[in-house]
């Protein structure tokens, strides 16, 4: 089995869980969850060094969700990675759980930072990759953005930062599916020109098919002077194709017969 | 107060290089010589309040005790809910330093006039506020903060310390005595406590003898002091140079009901639910808002005489 096809069969056991945990918990976001399955299964699957059993293993790779409403994909694949058992999942969003919608640290092996409030996971990151740099350790940072989570200011301060401080220890992956609460990114707050305004902030930027794994790999994978951040555009609910690129995915929960097709469909495909 | 600020961090520093101070570009004249001999734990983050709360974070997960710094209300409210979901919710060893507290900046406008800090700083779950009132006091409490888990707020201002020794311990969770006295008990936080020793003192000429308190922790606050206060004296006036919903004369109240404790005189001194428009001097604006030495006689000796009618 290659690389690739072995991230491919973690997403897919990552978009099945989701699905499920979604419609069980009755819980919305399954669109920016779907969005961001294939790049975590990359992450997790292929790029990042860490130590299931022994979470807090101090060479680690870091790994922030800053768009904390895509959670259940990083509970999903924390516990196919072997963090914790998988039936676990089972008590996504349920009363007295602690696997909230968004992603929290609490009792969660392998959350780093929880998360849910929008632009906050950035200027941490930058920390972490600092302190990094501060300590001479060799781990690197991940950090996964939405696009939509652009318009908050304090992502620009964290952009700032990161390149003055020569942070390429710090890869940031937007989720570039270009579609927000209400509208699309660009009706809503114009994100575009994305990239030259990255570049123009000093930090190496590439853009690639954020669901095609090898795509994803290379550019996570290239060593570069500055921070970097990966352009990756992908469609909101990837994988169920009702869900893609629809608002209201962003609110609706799947069940009955749509719960149904999601998961012939995952099931189905590849 | 920020002197005795800068000579614990000195010696913090030299003995934890996991120190790091980060301002959000405030310190003029004050932090040259730390970043000068500590670099490497030195960060002026710039005019970022978000992210330097956002960056204290990531340094505070990664193992650093973080202090960060700037004036007024720009390293509390301005980033405050990085302060809530980051600092606190992670228990991380963040902590805030604001100088400029109450009026410190006066004539600057209501935009640097710090009056609610204490109140939200307070109700965030899990945090340590010290408002220090003396010399002592301030240097220490950045080594009580240091060595406390958790996030903590330390509110320093403009104001001249007043000049009493302490003799015990200055610790989280205790208060201290600034003046002797068993008529009635001043409860005092900050700079403002010089106008409250002067009007003892005046007081004191009237036969009136107040027991004069820093309350320096206001949480956790030291419940011994409230309970004798409320026992020895004839109750408890407290004085802020803040907002009182939420500050430190409610921190008493709630003290007192909590405990059962039935002081027979109970008031507030401090701003009533108000924003300044007006501008001056810090002891021009303690004087419009009636929390100056001529208000606090005035108002006490009649607490007093009503009792005694």
Redesign the interface.
């Known amino acids: 089995m290659t690389n690739s096809m072995k991230t491919q069969e973690l997403a897919k056991k990552v978009r099945m869980h989701v699905v499920k945990m979604v419609n069980k918990g009755g819980s919305s976001h399954i669109g920016s969850v779907l969005s961001i399955v294939d790049i975590l299964a990359v992450l997790y699957g292929r790029v990042m060094r860490y130590k299931s059993h022994n979470p807090e293993w101090v060479d680690r790779d870091r790994f922030i969700l800053s768009k904390g409403h895509a959670g259940a994909g990083v509970y999903a694949v924390l516990a196919e990675c072997g963090f914790f058992h998988t039936e676990r999942l089972n008590n996504h969003y349920q009363n007295g759980s602690i696997f909230s919608g968004h992603v929290s640290h609490k009792g969660i092996p392998g959350v780093e930072l929880s998360t849910g409030s929008l632009g906050q996971g950035l200027p941490v990151a930058s920390g972490m990759a600092l302190s990094a740099k501060i300590d001479k350790k060799n781990h690197k940072v991940f950090a996964v953005l939405g696009d939509g989570e652009l318009n908050e200011g304090s992502n620009w301060e964290a952009f700032m930062f990161a390149s003055h401080h020569h942070l390429n220890n710090l890869t940031v992956i937007i989720d570039r599916n270009r579609l927000q609460s209400i509208k699309t990114t660009e009706e809503t707050l114009s994100l575009e020109p994305l990239r030259e305004k990255l570049i123009s902030f000093n930090w190496d930027v590439s853009e690639v098919n954020g669901h095609d794994h090898d795509e994803l790999f290379s550019a996570i994978n290239t060593n570069t002077q500055k921070p970097k951040i990966i352009i990756a555009n992908t469609i909101k609910g990837k994988g169920v194709s009702f869900m893609e690129n629809k608002i209201e995915w962003h609110y609706r929960t799947p069940s009955g017969k749509l719960f149904d097709q999601a998961i012939k469909e995952i099931k189905e495909n590849i | 107060m920020r002197d005795a600020l800068i000579n614990s961090l000195f010696q913090l520093a030299d003995k934890d290089p996991n120190l790091m101070l980060l301002t959000g570009d405030l310190g003029y004249g004050v932090f040259e010589e730390f970043e000068k001999k500590y670099p ?1 734990q030195y ?1 002026n ?2 005019i ?1 309040e ?2 330097m ?12 005790v973080v202090f960060t710094y700037s004036i007024g209300n720009f390293p509390t409210l301005r980033c405050l ?2 302060i809530r ?2 600092a606190c ?2 228990n991380l060893n963040i902590n805030v330093i604001a100088t400029g507290g109450g009026f410190s900046y006066g004539g600057l406008g209501m935009s640097h006039h710090a009056t609610e800090d204490i109140s939200i700083m307070r109700a965030l779950p899990g945090t340590t506020v010290l408002v220090p009132t003396t010399s002592d006091e301030s240097k220490a409490g950045v080594v009580n903060l240091y060595k406390t888990g958790g996030v903590g707020y330390l509110r320093l201002d403009k104001s001249k310390y007043v000049n009493v020794e302490l003799i015990d311990k200055i610790s989280i969770g205790k208060a201290n005595i600034l003046r002797k006295g068993s008529d009635i008990t001043l409860v005092v936080a900050g700079g403002i406590a010089q106008e409250v020793m002067k009007a003892a003192e005046i007081l004191s000429s009237a036969n009136i003898e107040c027991r004069v308190v820093s309350l320096y922790s206001i949480k956790p606050i030291d419940i011994d002091v409230i309970r004798s206060a409320c026992k020895d004296t004839l109750g408890i006036v407290t004085i802020e140079e803040g907002n009182l919903a939420g500050g430190v004369g409610s921190a008493i109240l709630e003290a007192c009901y909590d405990n059962e404790f039935s002081p027979k005189v109970f008031y507030r001194f401090g701003l009533n639910d108000k924003y300044s428009a007006i501008v001056g001097s810090q002891d021009y604006l303690r004087s419009y808002y009636g929390i100056d030495c001529d208000s606090l006689v005035f108002k006490i000796k009649s607490l007093i005489n009503k009792q005694n009618l």
Do not use: D, S, T
Request: charged share 15%.
């Open positions: 490497k960060l983050v710039g970022a978000q992210n709360v956002g960056v204290a974070v990531g340094l505070a997960l990664e193992g650093k809910e990085q979901n980051g919710y992670h």
